[in-house]
């Protein structure tokens, strides 16, 4: 059974910095994709970043609200995937959810990260205040 949890969201100013953490487990194919979404009250679910981790190679793509400010990386296990969120903005605030592929050609890709992953998280909220 995959499970995903995750952790680190928080209250913090504009400008600052938080590190969001989904420990996995129950993977059970080399090939797959481990995303980072968010949700705000009125919103629909965006994609945030994933992370494509195919054999030796591991290709990272990110929203473009988020470029330049939110890396994803993961442990040496891959085990845990990690979102370091810098320069946090107001319009951060949301419900980031982590979620998990067998797909990886699929849903994370250059075109895009769809949003209809196979297995989710329940979610940590990020509140980035003015």
């Known amino acids: 059974e995959v499970q995903l949890v995750e952790s680190g969201g928080g209250l913090v100013q504009a400008g600052g910095s938080l590190r969001l953490s989904c420990a996995t487990s129950?993977?059970?194919?080399?090939?797959?994709?481990i995303g980072w979404f968010r949700q705000a009250p009125g919103k629909e679910r965006e994609g945030v970043s994933c992370?494509?981790?195919?054999?030796?190679?591991?290709?990272?793509y990110y929203g473009d609200s988020v470029k330049g400010r939110f890396t994803i990386s993961t442990d040496n296990t891959k085990n845990t995937v990690y979102l370091q969120m810098n320069s946090l903005k107001p319009e951060d605030t949301a419900v980031y959810y982590c979620?998990?592929?067998?797909?990886?050609?699929?849903?994370?890709?250059?075109?895009?990260?769809?949003?209809?992953?196979?297995?989710w998280g329940k979610g940590t909220l990020v509140t980035v205040s003015s």
């Open positions: 979620a998990a592929s067998y797909a990886p050609f699929y849903h994370c890709t250059k075109n895009g990260i769809r949003v209809d992953m196979d297995y």
């Open positions: 129950g993977l059970t194919y080399d090939e797959y994709a």
């Open positions: 992370i494509s981790i195919e054999n030796s190679d591991d290709s990272t």
